[in-house]
């Protein structure tokens, strides 16, 4: 896994990314865990100007949208989605991580996938897909579509990070980019843009059928 993302995965205590990156240690992928990786990448993204390439937007330099943990220092807001607050949109543009639909697809019969050698866990596995949505929420119609821009050039340009850093991740690519949408029709004031990428991963679990199985007695000292 390339150092930076690494290290935007540890800064991240609030979120137990310790725990995340446990896991990553595995072939597993859940939801939350790729929730919160995706959510933790994004506010590396948003945390370094130097990720916003080449764009002069008026609107990403007056100020300059930066993500920071000090609540005073940052200019823009990098959180899970429904977690939205009209009143908080009017501080400072947000952007929202989240999941859309998982479907899951057989990739053996009956999701076998092998059994322990003591035969107490059977172990299964399939294919899943899904999409990951960035709603870029701002007061200016051109900073929401600014924003979309720096989400969807960080992530394809680490989709091959992406693939090498995060065991069972098969395919990641870009959906779609919306139109601008209004987040609240009373609230003419705030823009929305989505980005949204679909993936595939690995989806494996394991089934103990018994724990610490009895395999020999042994009779010798007992008076029988």
């Known amino acids: 896994m390339d150092y930076r993302v690494y290290k935007s995965l540890l800064q991240e205590s609030s979120l137990d990314a310790h725990a995340v990156l446990d896991k990553l240690g595995y072939d597993n992928l859940s939801p939350v865990d790729l929730r919160r990786i995706f959510l933790l990448l994004t506010r590396a993204c948003y945390s370094d100007t130097r990720n916003y390439g080449d764009l002069t937007a008026y609107e990403l330099r007056n100020p300059e949208l930066k993500y920071s943990k000090d609540k005073y220092a940052k200019t823009i807001d990098v959180e899970l989605d429904y977690i939205y607050d009209a009143d908080e949109v009017n501080v400072r543009p947000v952007v929202f991580v989240g999941l859309g639909d998982i479907t899951f697809q057989r990739a053996a019969i009956g999701d076998y996938a092998g059994i322990s050698e003591d035969r107490s866990t059977v172990y299964h596995t399939n294919q ?97």
Do not use: C
Not at 189 to 217: C, G, H, K, M
């Open 128 to 224: 899943s897909q899904g999409t990951v949505v960035f709603r870029h929420i701002a007061t200016s119609p051109d900073l929401a579509y600014a924003m979309s821009d720096i989400t969807v050039k960080y992530f394809l340009a680490g989709t091959s990070l992406l693939r090498q850093g995060l065991p069972g991740l098969l395919d990641f690519n870009l959906q779609g980019i919306s139109k601008i949408n209004f987040t609240d029709a009373d609230r003419e004031r705030n823009y929305r843009v989505d980005v949204v990428f679909n993936f595939a991963f690995s989806f494996v679990w394991s089934t103990r059928t018994e724990d610490q199985p009895l395999t020999t007695i042994n009779l010798n000292k007992f008076d029988v």
